[in-house]
C-alpha cells in the first residue's frame, strides 16, 4: 500500500469555524461577534486530560479523580480563538487568574456555555455527547 499520503506535512489543516456563541456582546453595529475556534491536536487533549486528573493513594489504593467539568471548560478555552480566554488584559477586566473563571464568566448563561462546549467537542472530531468524551479521556 502507498503511504505517501500520510507523510508528515500531507495532512490537511485543523478545522476551523466561527460562531456566534452568545448575543450578550455586540459589535459597533449591534451586531453579534461570532467566536473563532480551530481545533486542537491530540497531544494537547491529552495535557489537559493529564491536568484534571489527580491520583491519591489511600490505604494502599490508586483512587483516580478526573475533573469532567474543568476538562470540557479547558478543551473549548484551548479550541477558542476569539475571544481569547487566556488574555491578561481580559483576565484581569474580570478580576480572574484562572481562564476556566473567565469562560463561566463570560457565557454566564447556561445555554450559551453547553452551546460552546458541544461546537468545541463537534470541531475537534468527538462527534459523541460530551459524556461519551470524558468516559474516552478517563480510559
Given at each position: 500500500m502507498d503511504m505517501s499520503a500520510f507523510m508528515k506535512g500531507k495532512a490537511k489543516q485543523l478545522p476551523e469555524e466561527e460562531k456566534v456563541i452568545t448575543k450578550l456582546y455586540e459589535d459597533e453595529e449591534g451586531q453579534a461577534i461570532p467566536f473563532k475556534f480551530k481545533a486542537i491536536p491530540t497531544t494537547l487533549v491529552d495535557r489537559i486530560k493529564d491536568d484534571c486528573t489527580t491520583i491519591q493513594h489511600i490505604k494502599?489504593?490508586?483512587?483516580?479523580?478526573?475533573?469532567?467539568?474543568?476538562?470540557?471548560?479547558?478543551?473549548?478555552i484551548e479550541t477558542t480563538v476569539f475571544p481569547d480566554f487566556k488574555n491578561a488584559e481580559l483576565l484581569q477586566s474580570y478580576n480572574c487568574i484562572d481562564p476556566v473563571d473567565l469562560a463561566k464568566a463570560i457565557l454566564n448563561l447556561p445555554g450559551e456555555y453547553t452551546e460552546w462546549i458541544q461546537t468545541c467537542s463537534r470541531l475537534n472530531g468527538f462527534d459523541d455527547t460530551i459524556e461519551d468524551l470524558v468516559k474516552k479521556a478517563k480510559n
Open positions: 494502599g489504593q490508586r483512587i483516580e479523580s478526573f475533573e469532567r467539568d474543568r476538562f470540557s471548560c479547558r478543551i473549548g
